[in-house]
């Protein structure tokens, strides 16, 4: 009885000693930041785009199925570049026509915006930043 209780003890002693600990919990991968509003990534802030010249217009919208793309000169609505676009196709270049600035007798205007609008309801909307574009290079 004494010699099965001593294996019985070796065999706990044993097993015990034996047990590994679990490993840690993974860390979850943190996802990489994912868009929650619609948003312009270029133009930025600041930004100087020239007459005659095109340049990548680059959004984000999230929900949207369809934007339309606006341009606003100083608090003036200066016409629609897109209708209807589709909201993933999230990029459109624009060449900005000679004399869009310097036809109206300005060297560059530093209050332009863009704007996204959700097609499905034109209310819904965001503006880009302020920027520049200048026809001062050309004269």
Same mark, same amino acid.
């Given at each position: 009885?004494?010699?099965?209780?001593?294996?019985?003890?070796?065999?706990?002693i044993l =097993?015990?000693?034996?047990?590994?600990e =679990?490993? +840690?919990?993974? $860390?979850? $991968?943190? +996802?990489?930041?994912?868009?929650?509003?619609p948003? #312009?990534? =270029? +133009?930025?802030?600041g930004?100087?785009? !020239?007459?005659?010249?095109s340049?990548l217009i680059?959004?984000r919208?999230?929900? %949207?199925?369809?934007? !339309?793309?606006?341009?606003?000169m100083? &608090?003036?609505?200066r &016409?629609?570049?897109?209708? &209807?676009?589709?909201?993933r !196709?999230d990029?459109?270049? %624009?060449?900005i026509?000679?004399? %869009?600035?310097?036809? #109206?007798g300005l060297? $560059?205007a530093d !209050?332009?915006?863009?704007?996204l609008e959700?097609?499905a309801?034109?209310s819904?909307?965001v503006d =880009?930043? +302020? #920027?520049?574009?200048?026809?001062a290079?050309?004269i």
């Amino acid at each position: 009885m004494i010699r099965r209780f001593k294996l019985v003890l070796l065999a706990a002693i044993l =097993s015990a000693g034996c047990a590994r600990e =679990s490993p +840690p919990p993974k $860390q979850a $991968q943190t +996802p990489p930041p994912v868009a929650t509003h619609p948003e #312009f990534l =270029s +133009p930025r802030a600041g930004d100087i785009w !020239n007459e005659g010249e095109s340049y990548l217009i680059v959004w984000r919208a999230p929900g %949207w199925d369809s934007v !339309n793309v606006g341009v606003v000169m100083g &608090g003036k609505d200066r &016409g629609h570049l897109a209708f &209807g676009r589709d909201a993933r !196709n999230d990029t459109l270049l %624009w060449s900005i026509p000679d004399r %869009w600035v310097t036809g #109206f007798g300005l060297m $560059q205007a530093d !209050n332009v915006r863009l704007r996204l609008e959700d097609a499905a309801d034109p209310s819904r909307f965001v503006d =880009s930043a +302020p #920027f520049t574009v200048s026809g001062a290079h050309r004269i």
